[in-house]
């Protein structure tokens, strides 16, 4: 860990990025691709024969990592953030059983209308809660209660990516973020729903509809963003403290932004893929949806790091104080950026009339009435539209079909609706995909260049293209329609430069309460007893337009 005067994304040469990006694209079937071999079907590649060796890490465990909690919310453990949960831990207010037996508690309670969760782990997460009880202190998560998307193999428990592939997989060991956060104290609450394999909204893999937005529980066709949308829903509906997810083509962004959560998807490598069930080896990413900058700063401090498992992982900077740069800077009473920030605005970002539109503006006039923030137009790189349309952007189906072969030439009906993104990845001519890879080195290099060449952090419309060059993005709110639905917005970063993006939301944060708001409680369905497919309630299926989508 180091923590620097200067932020991480100017100290480095971005050339090295692009080089070391060009290298992983040219042996992108070296690394954590393995899956486990179910059915009688070979794996894909070796797995490791144990669990990640993962060490506590004393670096989160500083003074900036903890808040002591509002008032107007001290008497509900739900609705703390996490520092402030922590601080409560940490001052012996409460003792982790209560906190986890008080998440427990609502999701009992709520979760059969939300439908966030297809596991929960009530007993070993008591047990857990208990042990760290009697332990040295670890931190800010200790003790914290977590929900874990459904691809992250846990030891022990259930880990099916909502597919009918992996209905009966049970890990022998943790994934490494998994490890990393529960030797930090962290709590496995459950595994939450996701979409079939990571391709859509969570649903079961025949395309029933399962989790639903927070913030419109009564109406299940509010999009709750990508497929990890359970986590989104579990830590927006106050049934964790926060959560994780994967981003291959917004997962973490766009649920983010729905249910008015803080989530990063952090640069490529700089959480390990061990344990993983993969979608796309270059484009995923692990990272943390949150409830503010500052726990997703904890989360991703403690998720982060070199992997020996992870090749993308080893190498790269060290990562620094993440929660520093979460902690708003003031400077005799007055809020200041922490680094001089030049905040990129795309062509037509915050155009129009629309409730988004007047919600992008009123986020850049905040922004630039902070100290040593500044707003500059930046135009869209030469051949944006091509090179960030779908011509190209299927050259990641192969990387998502290549280790599924076996499975694929077994049984298609194991891959549910999601099932033409693999055929087409097992499709696309060797042409395509060299070329296609050619245009993303591009398209990085254009970023770099005529994008970062006149700002720090740049606003985002979606997140393409950051997903497909694995430069990093934070989601945050910035306000809600006239309906009650939340309004986010998305930054992308330069390599390395989660710590300048959490900053900015940092301040942010510090000038607006759109990140406070939580959504009602929701009615209450019937009781959410043992789970099984056969009785998650009927909300119907994915159109035609979202199973068109998966192909995209």
């Known amino acids: 860990m180091t923590d620097v005067q200067q932020p991480l994304d100017r100290l480095l040469d971005r050339r090295a990025f692009l080089a070391r990006t060009a290298a992983l694209a040219a042996t992108a079937t070296v690394g954590t691709v393995a899956l486990p071999g179910l059915a009688g079907i070979a794996s894909a590649a070796p797995s490791p024969a144990s669990g990640p060796a993962v060490k506590f890490n004393p670096e989160l465990d500083k003074g900036a990592a903890y808040n002591k909690p509002r008032e107007a919310v001290m008497s509900d453990p739900t609705e703390w953030t996490l520092s402030e949960a922590a601080w409560m831990i940490r001052?012996?207010?409460?003792?982790?059983?209560?906190?986890?037996?008080?998440?427990?508690?609502?999701?009992?309670?709520?979760?059969?209308?939300?439908?966030?969760?297809?596991?929960?782990?009530?007993?070993?997460?008591?047990?857990?809660?208990?042990?760290?009880?009697?332990?040295?202190?670890?931190?800010?998560?200790?003790?914290?209660?977590?929900?874990?998307?459904?691809?992250?193999?846990?030891?022990?428990?259930?880990?099916?990516?909502?597919?009918?592939?992996f209905q009966d997989f049970v890990p022998p060991y943790d994934a490494t973020s998994v490890a990393k956060l529960t030797v930090q104290g962290g709590i496995v609450l459950g595994k939450t729903q996701m979409g079939p394999l990571a391709t859509s909204r969570a649903t079961l893999p025949n395309?029933?509809?399962?989790t639903i937005n927070a913030w419109t529980p009564t109406n299940p066709s509010t999009n709750p963003g990508g497929s990890s949308t359970g986590t989104a829903t579990a830590v927006a509906g106050r049934m964790a403290t926060s959560g994780i997810g994967t981003q291959t083509?917004?997962?973490?962004?766009?649920?983010?932004?729905?249910?008015?959560?803080?989530?990063?998807?952090?640069?490529?490598?700089?959480?390990?893929?061990?344990?993983?069930?993969?979608?796309t080896y270059s484009r995923d990413h692990p990272g943390p949806l949150a409830r503010d900058a500052k726990d997703a700063a904890i989360m991703l401090m403690a998720m982060a790091g070199a992997d020996p498992a992870d090749p993308r992982s080893q190498g790269l900077p060290p990562v620094p104080n993440l929660i520093n740069a979460a902690t708003p800077r003031y400077e005799g009473g007055n809020l200041r950026m922490r680094?001089?920030?030049r905040i990129g605005v795309l062509p037509g970002y915050a155009d129009g009339t629309s409730e988004t539109a007047l919600a992008r503006r009123a986020f850049l006039t905040k922004m630039a009435a902070i100290p040593e923030c500044e707003l500059v137009e930046v135009p869209l790189p030469d051949?944006?539209?091509?090179?960030?349309?779908?011509?190209?952007?299927?050259?990641?189906?192969?990387?998502?079909?290549?280790?599924?072969?076996?499975?694929?030439?077994?049984?298609?009906?194991?891959?549910?609706?999601?099932?033409?993104?693999?055929?087409?990845?097992c499709l696309l001519d060797a042409n395509g995909y060299v070329t296609g890879q050619r245009a993303k080195l591009l398209l990085l290099e254009r970023i770099l260049d005529q994008i970062f060449g006149s700002c720090d952090v740049v606003v985002q419309t979606s997140p393409v293209p950051f997903d497909i060059v694995g430069l990093p993005e934070i989601a945050f709110p910035i306000g809600f329609t006239g309906g009650g639905v939340p309004i986010g917005t998305i930054l992308g970063g330069l390599p390395y430069a989660e710590g300048r993006l959490l900053s900015v939301v940092a301040a942010h944060q510090a000038v607006s309460d759109w990140h406070w708001q939580r959504p009602p409680n929701p009615p209450v369905a019937a009781p959410a007893a043992a789970r099984s497919a056969a009785v998650v309630p009927d909300r119907g299926r994915l159109t035609a337009e979202e199973v068109a989508e998966l192909t995209q």
């Open 207 to 210: 395309g029933q509809v399962t």
């Open 249 to 279: 083509g917004g997962s973490i962004t766009a649920p983010s932004n729905a249910q008015n959560l803080t989530g990063i998807k952090p640069t490529m490598g700089r959480v390990s893929l061990a344990g993983i069930i993969p979608l």
């Open 339 to 341: 680094w001089k920030t």
């Open 91 to 165: 001052h012996n207010k409460i003792v982790p059983v209560e906190l986890v037996q008080a998440y427990l508690d609502r999701i009992a309670a709520y979760d059969s209308t939300y439908q966030a969760f297809n596991l929960v782990t009530a007993e070993s997460a008591l047990k857990a809660a208990r042990q760290w009880a009697n332990r040295p202190y670890r931190g800010p998560l200790h003790g914290i209660p977590l929900a874990i998307k459904d691809n992250y193999f846990t030891e022990g428990v259930l880990t099916t990516a909502s597919s009918y592939l």
């Open 383 to 425: 051949e944006w539209d091509l090179l960030t349309g779908s011509a190209f952007n299927n050259v990641r189906l192969p990387e998502r079909s290549e280790p599924f072969m076996p499975y694929l030439r077994e049984d298609l009906r194991g891959f549910g609706v999601s099932v033409t993104s693999w055929l087409q990845g």
